[in-house]
């Protein structure tokens, strides 16, 4: 048996914009917390984190982002780790 890991999320909103949620649910014909899944999903990866807007977070979640960015550049640096590498050129600077 499989167990899933997840919890409930709860927003306010007024009638007029829970109407708004569920006709574009209607439309794209999937559930609420997908469309706002996506939509989180989206909008983080179209964001350009510097260093510094990384440090600022909280370790736990630091932690996690640094793990994914890990996991998605891995296969890239595998791919061209040859072409990467420096040999020295014995010129004196160190």
Same mark, same amino acid.
């Not at 949620?21 to 989180?40: A, G």
């Not at 260093?51 to 996991?71: F, G, V």
């Given at each position: /048996?499989?167990?899933?890991? #997840? #919890? /409930?999320?709860?927003?306010?909103?007024?009638?007029?914009?829970?109407?708004?949620?569920?006709?574009?649910?209607?439309?794209?014909? *999937? =559930?609420?917390?997908r469309?706002?899944?996506?939509?989180v999903?989206?909008?983080?990866? #179209?964001?350009?984190?510097?260093a510094?807007?990384?440090?600022?977070?909280p *370790?736990e979640?630091?932690?996690?982002?640094? *793990?994914? /960015?890990?996991?998605? #550049?891995? =296969?890239?640096?595998?791919?061209?780790?040859?072409?990467?590498?420096?040999?020295?050129?014995?010129?004196?600077?160190?």
């Amino acid at each position: /048996m499989q167990t899933i890991n #997840s #919890s /409930m999320i709860a927003i306010r909103v007024t009638k007029e914009e829970k109407a708004k949620f569920n006709l574009l649910s209607t439309i794209d014909n *999937k =559930p609420v917390s997908r469309l706002v899944k996506e939509l989180v999903d989206k909008e983080l990866n #179209s964001r350009k984190l510097s260093a510094k807007d990384i440090r600022k977070l909280p *370790k736990e979640i630091r932690s996690a982002l640094l *793990k994914q /960015m890990t996991n998605e #550049s891995m =296969p890239y640096y595998n791919k061209y780790k040859k072409e990467l590498f420096v040999d020295e050129i014995d010129d004196g600077i160190e």
